[in-house]
């Protein structure tokens, strides 16, 4: 974890946006990124408990959750999809699900996340602020590298929440974060599904052909050919399930 040179606690969402727009000061959520990191670099800690990014709202088939909205309180919200909720549980251990936000998990952009990729399948999008004032901004742009600068906050993310989704994922033990996983949904203008552990972040794919453009990374817990194949294998049955097929 790295040094802490200070601690601040903004009270609006200008104070925040000022902070974190000067050198080496970083925004502080649920913190379990920061812990986690190897780097040691003396940073300015700018907490955003203090901002009421919490809760949920339903208006006009959609959701709105609070980017500090914790994983744990997510997994326990009724107004949530099931999917968000399972995919929440199944994102980090119960010790840190109380901590780890979902704003700071779309931040984070992590490649076997499997909570971005359920998001991706509902469509989501993700309220910035920067120094342009608040925008709406489709959850696949914000993974991208084209949008990774600048200073910005993350507000609330919006999901749509009809239709049906599945997730299949595949890892070494039931225990161990997923190689790869998938999200599928199917609602009224068709098929959305998500792939973990074969680029940098989560990327939508084809539902149909699921493995185009698809350049997975190899490591000890297996190798490119190996992820192309597991996702061929789990698109295959979660558009099965989505077909009422077991």
Same mark, same amino acid.
């Given at each position: 974890m *790295?040094?802490?040179?200070?601690?601040? %606690?903004?009270e609006?969402?200008? &104070?925040?946006?000022?902070?974190?727009?000067?050198?080496?000061?970083?925004?502080? *959520?649920?913190?379990?990124?920061? $812990?986690?990191? !190897?780097?040691?670099?003396?940073?300015?800690f700018?907490?955003?408990?203090?901002?009421? =990014?919490k809760?949920? !709202? %339903?208006?006009?088939?959609?959701?709105?959750i609070?980017?500090? #909205?914790?994983?744990? !309180?997510?997994?326990k919200?009724?107004?949530?999809?099931?999917?968000?909720? +399972?995919?929440?549980?199944?994102?980090?251990?119960?010790?840190?699900?109380?901590?780890?936000?979902?704003?700071?998990?779309?931040?984070?952009? $992590?490649?076997?996340?499997?909570?971005?990729?359920?998001?991706?399948v509902?469509?989501?999008? @993700?309220?910035?602020?920067?120094?342009?004032? !608040?925008?709406?901004?489709? +959850?696949?742009?914000?993974?991208? &590298?084209?949008?990774?600068?600048?200073?910005?906050?993350?507000?609330?993310?919006? +999901?749509?929440?009809?239709?049906?989704?599945?997730? &299949?994922?595949? /890892? %070494?033990?039931?225990?161990?974060?997923?190689?790869v996983?998938v999200?599928?949904?199917?609602?009224?203008?068709?098929? %959305? #599904?998500?792939?973990?552990?074969?680029?940098?972040?989560?990327v939508l794919?084809?539902?149909?052909?699921?493995? @185009?453009?698809l350049?997975?990374?190899?490591?000890?817990? /297996?190798?490119?050919?190996?992820?192309?194949?597991?996702?061929?294998? +789990?698109?295959?049955? *979660?558009?099965?399930? =989505?077909?009422?097929?077991?």
């Amino acid at each position: 974890m *790295a040094k802490i040179l200070s601690y601040q %606690r903004p009270e609006n969402l200008e &104070e925040a946006l000022s902070l974190i727009s000067q050198d080496k000061h970083v925004p502080l *959520a649920g913190g379990t990124l920061l $812990n986690a990191s !190897e780097d040691k670099e003396p940073l300015h800690f700018v907490d955003l408990q203090g901002l009421a =990014l919490k809760g949920t !709202e %339903r208006s006009n088939g959609k959701l709105t959750i609070g980017s500090m #909205m914790t994983l744990d !309180e997510i997994m326990k919200n009724s107004d949530c999809p099931d999917s968000i909720r +399972l995919s929440s549980r199944s994102e980090l251990p119960s010790t840190l699900r109380t901590m780890a936000t979902i704003g700071g998990t779309v931040a984070s952009g $992590n490649s076997d996340s499997q909570l971005i990729a359920s998001l991706l399948v509902h469509d989501a999008e @993700v309220t910035i602020l920067n120094s342009d004032g !608040e925008s709406n901004v489709p +959850l696949q742009e914000v993974l991208s &590298e084209s949008n990774s600068s600048g200073t910005q906050l993350i507000l609330s993310i919006d +999901l749509d929440t009809d239709g049906e989704c599945v997730l &299949e994922a595949t /890892g %070494r033990t039931p225990a161990d974060t997923p190689i790869v996983s998938v999200a599928a949904r199917r609602c009224s203008d068709g098929d %959305r #599904m998500a792939v973990t552990g074969v680029a940098s972040t989560p990327v939508l794919v084809d539902p149909e052909n699921p493995t @185009v453009s698809l350049q997975p990374p190899s490591d000890f817990r /297996g190798d490119s050919e190996y992820r192309m194949h597991l996702v061929k294998i +789990l698109a295959s049955r *979660a558009l099965d399930l =989505l077909n009422g097929e077991k």
